[in-house]
């Protein structure tokens, strides 16, 4: 992870927050290139599952809600954290994910036995068949499944005291000290609280939201009544939403203040494994999209899809949810979840219709009667997401002459600059010719202009910055209104007309090109 946070903060992605201050744990700011990256991510998402589907419709709901809707949803009671402390060192973790990062010493096993048997067999290696055959794998699959189901026997049935004594059995110790002094388990819950105007207690108090979903539910009826929309139909948002993480580390991917894509799919009762078998091949199919960018962008040297983007079933439900699975991607630190894609029935709908005393059904004119539809969610988090695009696309190249240069290969259809427009010299009329560029292509994209520096060093700054293209204007320009193209990955140029050049950087860069193939 070092090297993706520094290059983040060198090259204006993300800010610690409060950084003067010495920071605000668990808190990130989106510098220049990070907003604009992560502006083009929100707006795949948004045009993939609003545009792209004539019955999912848009919504932007506020942060502050009436607290009532908090007791409803479940998170007042539910809405907890097992946490435990350690005596010595006073910190605080997450029982569970003391166990699920002590698991992972096993999947590390694994991983390497299968790239030892990889290399002994050469071509001729079976990974399938080795994982399901391999004795030594085999018997750490049985431990890795032993003790997932003994803790989420514990998480389920709350049984608090059986997960301090999973802790110890497995001698579990403080990460950051190797004490295994450990406090009972207990539970925490993650909202928090702020207070209303003038009232105060408890009359005046605000949950800030943890999640965007409820602000669709509670307009399910508004926007029913306000479009033309029939069940099945979806509502999509976008927002903060904020956590008090106890365990908050690995960059952007546990934050207290993060952003979520959330989109509710309202359907007939009795049809949620349809649309929950539908999302979630269309929810892997959006990551696929732009992870196959990614592999067109560097051919061979990469992973697989299924080692890169895999389906995980959830053991231990949330309190809302019938069935539920998340994508995982494979993060530097190993797979972990992406989004969540949940079968939440009419849980929801019906708890609020009871807490409001307001009637939250939907009347079938095709079946001629009434019901609370079910629901199924595709919920994601967009920090979380920015991570997988960046640490994916981070790359230090060694060139044929041995020199070494940092490349941010992403896909141009988010880059966050599409071209950058360079003077090959800052004189003989060179920079006011790429002005004129530069005047023309920022009408349509985000471009940048540089004349500083020679032209070798203007191309690695826009490498590490992830410019796909750029356009350098040189003394032949002015003679036949033609410049150079330089590709950001194999460095090639070509020459191209200037009346050409907003033609043909629009097709290389343009959203439609990931929106096709979904
Ligand atoms: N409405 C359902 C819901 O909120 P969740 O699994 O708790 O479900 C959905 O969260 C997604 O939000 C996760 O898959 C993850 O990408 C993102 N997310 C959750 N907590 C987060 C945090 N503390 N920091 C960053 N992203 C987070």
Redesign the pocket.
Known sequence: MKPIVSHAKEYGYIFSSSEIYDGLS?VYDYGPYGVELKNNIRNYWWKSMVQMHENVVGLDSAIFMHPEIWKASGHVDAFNDPLIDNKDSKKRYRADQLIEDYLEKYHKKIAKDTEKARKRFGAEFDEAQFLATNPNVLRNKAKIEEINFRMNEALKKEDFAALKALIEELGIADPETGSKNWTDVRMFNLMFSTQLGTIAGETGKLYLR????QGIFVNFLNVLKSTRQKIPFGIAQTGK?F?N?IV?RQF?????E?E?M?MQFFVRPGEEEKWYTYWKEKRMKWHRTLYYQDIKINNSNRPSFDQILRFHKHEKL?H?ARAAV?IEFHFPFGFR????I?SRGDFDLARHQEFSGKKLRYFDPELGSGYVPSVV?T???L???FLAVFSQALDEETLEDGSQRTVLRLPAELAPVKVAVLPLLKKDGLPEEARQVFDRLKLEFMCQYDEKDAIGKRYRRQDAIGTPYCLTVDHQTLEDQTLTIRERDSMKQERIPLEKVGEVVKEKVQMENLLRQL
């Open positions: 668990a943890p999640e965007t979903a939403a956590r993480e908050a952007i991917f546990r934050m207290r993060f979520q959330e949330a809302y998340d979840e992406l989004e969540g949940h969610e919920s994601i988090g920090d979380r997401m």
